[in-house]
């Protein structure tokens, strides 16, 4: 996955949360696991390549600090 900048993560999930292609989440983030790759994230839509955290969250992949942000941005909805 191409490292995206904080910013840019909390960008794509601000965005995608008004569209309402990703909806906002209550769920706490659960600790951070190994991936075992090839599973899209989420949030950012990059493949989650093996060896790099990843969470599960609503059911849904994601590398570990776009599940952080999703958590903190959702937080400011609610």
Do not use: Y
């Amino acid at each position: 996955m191409p490292e995206l900048l904080e910013s840019d993560i909390r960008r794509v999930v601000q965005q995608r949360i008004r569209k309402g292609t990703l909806s906002a989440t209550i769920l706490t983030t659960p600790p951070g696991r190994r991936a075992t790759g090839g599973t899209p994230c989420i949030v950012c839509g990059f493949t989650i390549t093996a060896g790099r955290n990843e969470c599960e969250v609503s059911g849904f992949r994601v590398h570990e600090r776009g599940a952080v942000i999703w958590r903190e941005e959702s937080d400011r909805l609610f």
